[in-house]
């Protein structure tokens, strides 16, 4: 018998930042506790062609995958909760989808006919939904954007249209909504996940389980009234309550009967679900041990969503030592040389994570020299080893006008540059740069190799001698001043394998001093803690037992 992909479409309804990248990311997980392969996939409705030039204030980070795509951060969700491997067929959005279609209209391969939304932009995103089929006995597919909202309409007929041609047991529709409850009149209301639910029966989809976002438990009468109202089981109603911490949620969703519901629903026959991992973690996370503070320094901390593979790295590196990681977000805008100490006073850790653009550049550097000075363990990511680089040749090497071509195009001493020509391995090709190359075209994006120097922090962490990480960076470090640095006293601790590319720096006299080229944080899960943030947060407990 051939095999049968099985497809969960979650969609959302009444407001946006309900959490459908985690509710995906969760039946995930539980679906692959119980033996089954699983894949997903987000289908973003905005007009850009990816997030990769969208201000993170505008969307969040932008989570890249080991082949380079720039990707909406729910991806990231996905990958920090399951094994699936995700890259460009995992994320699609309007953009890239009227791209591709009026690609194939100027080709001419739609004979001169005339060209719509149906069913040409749905016949579309149906071929992409079934790109990632293969190998894979689940697709789950999250809709960004509500329910109501224009620019969903096409994603949301064209799912509509794959049950139809699927089959109605091989395809499932999950709608998360919100049941607030309002205090004035001391109940919760079920009101708006009417209405969601009527606004998406409007356009021709029942929902098979509905997901009820709440601040509580919701009684079997609450259950049963949004049953009746929406046409579900009650069964089919899960509640998912607020929690501590986002890795509850899966086991949150088992207690509530979600993937029982599913597979059910499905026509599906799997294993036990194996979901001891996920309670030895959750365990773990509830009682930790101690605590460290660390000073993330950058522009984006107003909005968390900016930092949310780093945040969570960060978590995972304070799980791996038995730590809770208290943030103290500082703007790098605000920090002088006279202030750093009043403003990261009280951190046990420093990390400059990465960025683009100018604003708040100086006061990254006074952060570095501050961490440099006072012995404090420093972490810098991407633009955080640009902004130590710089700092080391100015205030130890003596190269007073060491700058980055990104800030000061005209510096006498470019110790960070736009490489003009460099050898791209996954290419296996000579890419050229230029400061006029398309914004989206001039990244280095993805995984790329490391090799790693013996008797250094970054050796010690991973403990191997070959490394991958995922870059997403236009600027590198000017190879020219490489002797004066190491003369000086900086380690240059990996390289790309040919040596062209510096990838890692250190400094040794420190008790814990690392800029990497690459975001770590990328690769990052709960139970497989990435070996830098590991490293980092152990040096930073270790900085506050030697201080006390």
């Not at 071509?405 to 391995?425: A, C, G, K, Q, V």
Request: hydrophobic letters at 35%; aromatic letters at 8%.
């Amino acid at each position: 018998m051939a095999h049968q992909t099985k497809y969960i479409f979650v969609t959302g309804g009444v407001l946006s930042s309900l959490g459908k990248g985690l509710a995906s990311a969760s039946i995930a997980a539980l679906l692959e506790s119980r033996g089954l392969r699983v894949t997903l996939q987000k289908l973003d409705p905005y007009i850009n062609v990816d997030p990769g030039t969208m201000n993170p204030f505008q969307h969040g980070e932008v989570f890249v995958t080991d082949d380079g795509t720039e990707t909406d951060l729910d991806i990231g969700h996905y990958e920090r909760f399951t094994s699936a491997h995700l890259g460009k067929n995992n994320n699609f959005t309007t953009g890239k989808i009227y791209h591709s279609v009026i690609t194939k209209e100027r080709r001419g391969d739609y004979l001169g006919g005339t060209v719509q939304v149906i069913p040409h932009i749905t016949d579309e995103i149906k071929a992409c939904i079934k790109c990632i089929e293969h190998d894979a006995d689940v697709v789950i597919v999250e809709i960004g954007g509500t329910i109501g909202d224009i620019e969903s309409l096409p994603f949301l007929e064209a799912i509509r249209q794959f049950r139809l041609e699927a089959g109605k047991e091989n395809v499932l529709y999950v709608h998360l909504t919100l049941v607030p409850y309002i205090g004035t009149a001391g109940e919760v209301k079920t009101k708006p996940t009417q209405h969601s639910v009527k606004e998406l029966r409007s356009i021709g989809i029942q929902p098979n389980i509905l997901i009820c976002r709440t601040d509580r438990s919701l009684d079997n009468d609450i259950k049963r009234k949004i049953a009746l109202f929406c046409n579900v089981g009650i069964d089919e109603v899960i509640t998912a309550k607020d929690t501590k911490n986002i890795y509850e949620v899966p086991l949150n969703f088992h207690d509530e009967g979600l993937d029982n519901k599913i597979v059910e629903l499905l026509f599906m026959w799997t294993g036990a679900p194996q979901l001891q991992p996920w309670k030895d973690l959750v365990k773990k996370v509830n009682h930790l041990s101690s605590s460290v503070t660390i000073a993330v320094v950058g522009k984006y901390t107003d909005l968390k969503e900016s930092y949310k593979s780093l945040n969570e790295a960060l978590f995972h590196g304070g799980v791996a030592n038995d730590c809770k990681v208290l943030l103290k977000y500082v703007d790098s805008e605000n920090v002088t040389e006279e202030n750093a100490h009043e403003m990261i006073d009280g951190a046990d850790g420093i990390l400059v994570p990465g960025g683009f653009g100018n604003r708040g550049v100086f006061g990254k550097i006074c952060t570095v020299q501050y961490a440099r000075t006072e012995k404090i363990p420093f972490f810098g990511i991407c633009l955080g080893m640009h902004v130590a680089v710089i700092e080391f040749a100015r205030n130890v090497a003596g190269i007073e006008h060491a700058h980055s071509t990104e800030f000061d195009p005209n510096t006498p001493d470019p110790i960070i540059y736009l490489m003009r020509e460099w050898y791209d391995e996954k290419t296996k090709t000579i890419q050229k740069r230029t400061s006029l190359s398309e914004k989206g075209g001039t990244m280095r994006l993805g995984a790329y190799s490391c090799k790693l120097i013996p008797d250094t922090f970054a050796h010690k962490a991973y403990d191997t001698d070959m490394i991958s990480e995922r870059h997403r960076h236009r600027y590198e470090f000017n190879k020219n001043y490489q002797k004066k640095l190491q003369d000086c006293g900086m380690v240059i601790s990996g390289t790309s394998p040919d040596e062209a590319l510096v990838e890692i720096v250190e400094i040794p006299d420190h008790p814990w001093f690392l800029g990497c080229q690459f975001h770590p944080e990328f690769k990052s899960k709960p139970m497989q803690p990435h070996p830098l943030f590991r490293n980092f947060i152990a040096s930073a407990l270790q900085y506050q037992t030697d201080k006390a």
